[in-house]
């Protein structure tokens, strides 16, 4: 189980970030802090906070990769993790929807840690 906390919007100039937030694994208690809810092309979706690579790679597809994430979420981990952030994310900039903090059962199930 996931729970956020800490979700900020904000407003920087020529990006695709709408908010950072922190994310706690349950029952653990481990932080992944400064992760991002972005909105690209296809719509929102939650990355974590990520580094510059010193020497930037090509990909199979030609594409160049200069950041690397600090922790991956598999892709169905993340659509789940990416609802329910939604939930939470309110774009006028208020406060976490206290209703939607933390990420239940949709996606406690089937993720090994």
């Keep these: 189980m996931f729970e956020v906390k800490r979700i900020t919007n904000v ?3 020529n990006s695709i970030v709408r908010a950072t937030l922190d994310l706690i694994i349950k029952p653990h208690g481990i932080v992944i802090r400064d992760c991002m809810l972005k909105e690209g092309k296809h ?3 939650v990355t974590s906070n990520s580094k510059k690579l010193k020497e930037p790679w ?8 200069e950041y690397m994430d600090m922790v991956f ?5 993340r659509d789940e993790l990416t609802k329910v952030v939604m939930e939470a994310y309110d774009p006028s900039g208020g406060h976490i929807n206290q209703d939607h903090q933390s990420l239940g059962d949709a996606i406690q ?3 090994p840690l």
């Excluded at 090509?58 to 990769?65: A, E, I, L, N, Q």
């Excluded at 979420?73 to 981990?77: L, S």
């Design 11 to 13: 407003n920087w100039d």
């Design 43 to 45: 719509g929102f979706f």
């Design 58 to 65: 090509v990909d199979d597809s030609g594409k160049t990769h």
């Design 73 to 77: 979420f598999p892709v169905e981990i």
């Design 109 to 111: 199930a089937d993720i």
